[in-house]
């Protein structure tokens, strides 16, 4: 799920942070760290909990319906939804219900009119209505779920507006997320149970952003100090604390990962400081980092162990 772009921007928040706050406290930074990564995995998590409840919903209100004066087509509607095959294996993963309460993610209970919401939306929806007019099959069934998450939950504002409000970091990790969900949507079949993506695509992974974040910050003098020299006639009141960030990080990479191609490095930040800095940013950064690098190997400051990585 993290990849190394998403581990360096949050590493990148970390940082700024750490200077907002004039912290300097590693391990508090550490920690940081871990809680928004955790919680990334925590938004995913709840994006699929989502068609349980929903299905959930569908379930208790057809229950209420066979005892009520409710038109037969409006009863049918939500039948076939709670029939929906593709829904039930979805819903029927134990590793996702596992999850879920180990991580004590209680949100859809606490916030019930969500499943609500999203249950009046796709029994009026126009793709739901075209679904109950077709024959019933897995391929329609999945084509249903994949409709309602890109066209109901995913792009959904009161929904947004809770996660912000829930937290801050939520508002950058849920196109990622969504994306990721919408992938394994498409790849799961029924013969296979719902397989969910790890945090970490391995430990050295899980690894790289903790020491990125401390190399970074017990070097920050010595990276500045790069920086300053390419800098002369510039106040660092000019420099988007953005800029010096990611620019120290990138020379941190250059100079303390050995494993990690310069191009490599480059690219990544030049990719963050498009979303996250100013228009010029990456113009600015990129014209630094190739002057540096030419100062570096000139010295052969360089220790890059491999192939390609210089």
Known sequence: MLNRRHIRTK?????????????????????????????????YLLQY???????QKARKLN???????????KKQ???????????NHLASSQELAMLIDEKGLENWELDDEYATLFLDQILAADFYIAYLNEDSSF????????????????PNDKLY????DTCISWTDDLPIVNTLIL?????????????LTKLFKDEDDQKFGKELLSKTTLNSEELKKYIDEKTPKWDEERIASIDLILMQMAICEFLKFSSI?????INEYLEIAKEYSTKKSSTFINGILDSLLKDFKKDEKLQKTGRGLM
């Open 11 to 43: 590493v990148m928040q970390t940082i700024f942070e750490m200077q907002l706050t004039n912290n300097d406290d590693l391990n508090l930074a550490y920690k940081k760290l871990n809680d928004s990564s955790s919680s990334m995995y925590d938004l």
């Open 49 to 55: 909990q989502l068609f349980i409840v929903i299905l």
């Open 63 to 73: 229950k209420t319906t066979q005892k009520s004066f409710l038109k037969e087509n």
């Open 77 to 87: 509607h939500i039948h076939r939804l709670e029939n929906n095959v593709f829904l």
């Open 139 to 154: 391929e329609k069934d999945k084509q249903l779920v994949l409709n309602i998450f890109k066209r109901v939950i995913a």
């Open 161 to 164: 507006s809770y996660y912000e």
């Open 183 to 195: 992938k394994e949507l498409k790849k799961l079949t029924l013969a296979t149970p719902l397989k």
């Open 261 to 265: 191609p310069v191009k490599v490095s």
